[in-house]
C-alpha cells in the first residue's frame, strides 16, 4: 500500500477562523511533509518532520502550526490565514529524509475568505 | 543552488503523437532525477525515476534517460492518449531517492485532444 491520505478534501474559511488538515500514511514512513501548491506552480516546501520531530521548517508565518503525533499522523493547524493563503496543500511521505521516494496524498484545497 | 528547467508549456498534441517535455538540470555531485505527474484535482504521482547516469526510467510507456553529460532527463512516450493530459514535473534531489529535499521544475501542461 502505497497510498497517503488528506482529510478533508476542500475547505473554506474566514480569516479569524481555525481548522485543521490532516495526513495519515501507513507505510511506515519515519519522514513526512507539507507542501504548499498556488495554481499552475509546483509545490513549495513548508515543513519537513522526520521521526515526529519537527526538522525543517521552511520559514513559514506562524499562522501555519504542523504536528506530528505519531509515525503515522502529520496534521497542519490553520489560523487567521490571509486570502493569499488560498492554496492546494500537499501532504508526502518517504521512508526517511534521505532514503526512499516522496508519495504524495491528494490533496486539501483550501480557500481563504 | 540546484535549479531544474523545463520546457514552457502548454503542449497540444493530438492523440497517438509522440511526445518529448525537455529537462534539464544543475546540481553538484550525482542528484537523481524524477518526473512526476498531476492529473487535475490531484497530487503528484511519481512517474519515473532514474538514480545514475545512462539509467533509464520507464514506466506506462514514458521513458527518460539520465544525461550527465548534457545534464538532461528528457521525458518521451512514443504514443500519447488523451488520459496522458496532465501536468508533468521534473525534479531531482542530491541523493538517490526523492526521501531528501526535492528541487522541482516549473511544471509544463500537456494537453492530448482525440
Known amino acids: 500500500d502505497t497510498e497517503v491520505t488528506q482529510t478533508p478534501k476542500h475547505l473554506v474559511m474566514g480569516m479569524t477562523n481555525k481548522k485543521s488538515l490532516k495526513c495519515e500514511q501507513h507505510m511506515g514512513h519515519r519522514a513526512m511533509y507539507w507542501y504548499k501548491q498556488k495554481a499552475k506552480k509546483p509545490p513549495e516546501l513548508m515543513f519537513v518532520?522526520?521521526?515526529?520531530?519537527?526538522?525543517i521548517n521552511e520559514s513559514v508565518p506562524s499562522r501555519f502550526s504542523p504536528e506530528c503525533p505519531n509515525s503515522s499522523l502529520l496534521n497542519l493547524h490553520l489560523h487567521a490565514l490571509q486570502p493569499e493563503d488560498s492554496a492546494l496543500y500537499l501532504c508526502?511521505?518517504?521512508?526517511?529524509?534521505?532514503?526512499?521516494?516522496?508519495?504524495f496524498g491528494p490533496g486539501t484545497r483550501l480557500l481563504v475568505l | 543552488g540546484d535549479s531544474v528547467t523545463q520546457m514552457e508549456g502548454p503542449v497540444t498534441l493530438s492523440e497517438e503523437a509522440f511526445l518529448t517535455i525537455n529537462c534539464t538540470y544543475t546540481?553538484?555531485?550525482?542528484?537523481?532525477l524524477f518526473w512526476y505527474v498531476q492529473y487535475p484535482g490531484e497530487g503528484l504521482q511519481l512517474l519515473l525515476k532514474a538514480t545514475k547516469a545512462d539509467d533509464k526510467g520507464s514506466n506506462k510507456g514514458f521513458e527518460a534517460t539520465y544525461r550527465k553529460e548534457t545534464t538532461s532527463f528528457h521525458l518521451e512516450k512514443g504514443s500519447v492518449q488523451v488520459s496522458d493530459s496532465a501536468v508533468y514535473f521534473c525534479a531531482l534531489t542530491p541523493r538517490e531517492g526523492s526521501g531528501s529535499r526535492l528541487t522541482f521544475g516549473e511544471g509544463t501542461q500537456l494537453t492530448v485532444n482525440p
Open positions: 508526502a511521505s518517504s521512508q526517511d529524509t534521505g532514503l526512499g521516494d516522496q508519495y
Open positions: 518532520y522526520s521521526y515526529e520531530k519537527l526538522s
Open positions: 546540481a553538484t555531485g550525482y542528484p537523481s
